[in-house]
């Protein structure tokens, strides 16, 4: 059935309280948007701060529809795809390559996943880091894994056939002890955590309890 869409005008009445003329405002669209929701057209005779109020309650309206939200979704979707595609890794050309590592003194690599996959180095790793030293660049190795120490990272690298100084090592694990020795800590920590945090507390003089295994010495 085909409705034939009315031209709906408000009474013009003496000016109506804000609120009220919105509501009204928003009634006859409503009813206009059910006899023809593909063209609604409204003619209200409201004060021009109630016209603007009523824009907004309708934009209001239109920001939380289920419509809306879909629309947003395609959107945010479709940004995300974009960035994605604008970020996806591209191979340097040669001269590149040699430009890029120039122009940089120091390299930080990531472990898992850069380094090794679980116990498996990573193929092209050993060879990266010999040239990179060779060059006389400074590696440093970070983890946000917290459950071995330095120390036990530097067993796994050189279990591995990488010769790697315990230095070039940051655990999560380490930075934790060493702010609060930076820091003066003095009190006892409670650790939520593995051995490779008790370690490093060992390591910095900070006093502990808790983790997987109680200290004796505390």
């Not at 409705?3 to 408000?10: E, K």
């Not at 309708?58 to 879909?70: F, I, N, Q, V």
């Not at 990272?153 to 010769?163: I, N, P, T, V």
Request: some cysteine; overall charge positive.
């Amino acid at each position: 059935t085909v409705h034939a869409l009315p031209q709906i005008v408000a009474p013009r009445t003496s000016p109506a309280p804000p609120m009220a003329s919105i509501a009204r405002a928003s009634a006859l669209h409503s009813v206009a948007a059910q006899l023809n929701p593909a063209r609604t057209s409204v003619k209200c005779a409201l004060p021009r701060s109630a016209q603007l109020s009523r824009t907004a309650a309708l934009k209001s309206a239109w920001s939380g529809s289920p419509l809306h939200t879909r629309a947003v979704g395609r959107s945010v979707r479709a940004r995300s795809t974009a960035l994605q595609c604008s970020m996806s890794a591209q191979y340097l050309e040669e001269d590149m390559k040699g430009k890029l590592v120039d122009s940089v003194d120091t390299f930080i690599f990531d472990c898992d996943g850069v380094i090794w996959k679980g116990d498996t180095l990573i193929d092209g790793v050993p060879e990266t880091l010999e040239m990179l030293r060779s060059k006389g660049k400074r590696l440093i190795f970070v983890t946000n894994n917290s459950t071995k120490s330095r120390k036990q990272y530097l067993k796994k690298f050189l279990s591995l056939g990488l010769q790697v100084n315990e230095e070039e090592v940051f655990s999560s694990s380490f930075a934790a002890a060493a702010y609060l020795k930076f820091i003066n800590f003095e009190k006892k920590v409670y650790v939520v955590g593995e051995e490779g945090i008790q370690q490093e507390l060992d390591l910095a003089g900070i006093k502990h309890i808790g983790g997987p295994v109680r200290s004796p010495r505390v």
